[in-house]
């Protein structure tokens, strides 16, 4: 069965902190990983992965992905208030248009 | 605002009611879902749509029933549903093809209460 797994679950921490964000997965049949940021209900799509070591960057957010390693890592730096939110990753699995989600992780930002 | 929108945004029903859930994209893509999105749980896929054709369902209990009239209107028909059920319903549409509908993006989503 595929799996996607993040961590930490939670995460606290204040202003101008820099953060990581894990996610390792296993599918049977890797096409990419995909993280979204959800703040109170739609999730907005972040960035899409689909080679290994090349790092995808917007802004203070960055991701790269580790195809060998099986995990993909989002940095988000001098972080703000207003990245509060929960931030999930997730990969294609059985047929093509099923995305397997992890939990999330909550992070939290305080002022 | 991500050009998928929800209606209604809250719905509190009691477990014989019958009740539908809107979803619209303006996008022009041709792929929906309907997710289900319960406290401490990752999002679960309920249904896919392409080109207005079902494509996928995994396992959902038959008091969920979609509809998809067109590919910029989806619906999620409820009746007769548990307290279990409830929770934060997403509706997503993605562009079919490539890779291009792996990038879903989502509508606001309907917080349903069972009671």
């Known amino acids: 069965e595929d799996k996607v797994v993040q961590s930490p679950l939670s995460l606290v921490v204040h202003e101008g902190d820099t953060v990581t964000l894990n996610c390792s997965y296993e599918v049977t049949n890797f096409r990419s990983l995909l993280w979204y940021k959800q703040e109170k209900k739609a999730p907005t799509f972040l960035f899409m992965l689909?080679?290994?070591?090349i790092e995808k960057k917007s802004g203070r957010l960055s991701s790269i992905l580790d195809k060998k390693e099986l995990f993909s890592i989002l940095n988000i730096t001098a972080t703000q208030t207003g990245d509060s939110a929960v931030y999930l990753c997730a990969t294609p699995s059985g047929s093509a248009r099923q995305l397997t989600f992890g939990s999330g992780t909550q992070l939290t930002v305080l002022p | 605002e991500t050009g998928v929108t929800q209606t209604p945004r809250h719905l509190v029903m009691g477990m014989t009611n019958k009740k539908s859930l809107k979803c619209e994209q303006h996008?022009?893509?041709?792929?929906m879902y309907w997710y289900k999105q319960s406290a401490k749980k990752p999002l679960e896929l309920m249904f896919v749509y392409n080109f207005k054709e079902q494509t996928e369902n995994n396992s959902v209990p038959s008091r969920f029933s979609p509809e998809c009239p067109n590919s910029s209107h989806l619906f999620l028909h409820l009746h007769t549903l548990q307290p279990e059920d409830s929770a934060l319903y997403l509706c997503?549409?993605?562009?079919?093809?490539?890779?291009?509908?792996?990038?879903?993006?989502f509508g606001p989503g309907t917080r349903l209460t069972v009671t």
């Open positions: 996008l022009g893509h041709n792929a």
């Open positions: 689909t080679s290994s070591g």
């Open positions: 997503a549409s993605s562009q079919a093809g490539g890779l291009d509908h792996y990038e879903q993006y």
